[in-house]
């Protein structure tokens, strides 16, 4: 009796927390109201721009994400400290100090050269215009939302072909403050006129889809080749390795 007992509690619980998950799994999810898109990494390969770097460091591809790192790590740097720069110059000039701890002598002009150069004629991934068009189809109000400039963000996307894809395009140039600080995604929230929760950042980066969790908004990770969600962060709703697999997942959503 205590045996059956145990086993008639226990079953019908094993029962409804798979019957709880199927559930939660079919249920239609709400959209979001604005799609904000990263576009380096996210949209743009940036493997012409990596190639470009490692030549200057004279073949040292081992020094890549490094030079990457340190990029970031100086826009954090920057903001933290009230001041601004162009992420464009950020990273030229991480990329003096790499060369340098490497014996490379490398000018400022030279280093902004290669990096602006590079990351303005970056191509689209092969992927991004189909997904896009897929998702500016279905009625998605479509923005960017990215550290490079506004004039940056521009041109990248002319020589890419992807300006038409999207409604409008925000850049932190405006605000003065880098992905991925709260007071960002703030006002990339007002500037769209929306909630935070109506917001959904698509990105490859898990330093910028954790900023986006924890000011509130809602995000889908693209999980391209080297890059990983912050396991300290809130979970995402959306992790797929291309941005089309994920596009078919939001145009599900009513």
Request: glycine share 8%.
């Amino acid at each position: 009796m205590g045996l059956m007992g145990t086993t008639g509690l226990l079953m019908p619980n094993i029962v409804l927390a798979n019957t709880k998950e199927n559930t939660q799994s079919m249920i239609q999810k709400e959209r979001p109201k604005v799609l904000f898109f990263d576009v380096n990494e996210t949209l743009l390969d940036l493997t012409d721009m990596k190639m470009q770097v490692g030549d200057a460091l004279n073949g040292r591809e081992d020094l890549l994400s490094l030079w990457f790192t340190t990029m970031l790590q100086y826009s954090l740097v920057t903001t933290a400290s009230n001041q601004y720069e162009h992420f464009g110059y950020i990273g030229a000039a991480a990329l003096q100090m790499v060369a340098a701890n490497n014996n490379i002598s490398m000018s400022q002009d030279e280093a902004r050269n290669i990096i602006v150069k590079s990351l303005r004629g970056l191509p689209a991934h092969p992927e991004v215009k189909e997904s896009l068009a897929q998702l500016k189809e279905a009625g998605y109000k479509l923005v960017s939302f990215t550290n490079s400039s506004n004039e940056g963000v521009k041109k990248q996307f002319e020589s890419a072909g992807l300006t038409h894809f999207f409604d409008e395009r925000l850049s932190v140039e405006d605000i003065g403050k880098f992905k991925p600080f709260a007071d960002t995604y703030t006002w990339g929230a007002r500037k769209m006129g929306i909630k935070p929760e109506e917001c959904m950042l698509v990105a490859a980066h898990g330093w910028d889809v954790a900023g986006a969790l924890w000011a509130g908004w809602r995000a889908a990770f693209i999980s391209r080749p080297g890059q990983q969600l912050f396991p300290l962060a809130p979970k995402t709703e959306i992790s797929e390795p291309d941005l089309k697999k994920i596009a078919d997942i939001l145009v599900t959503y009513k």
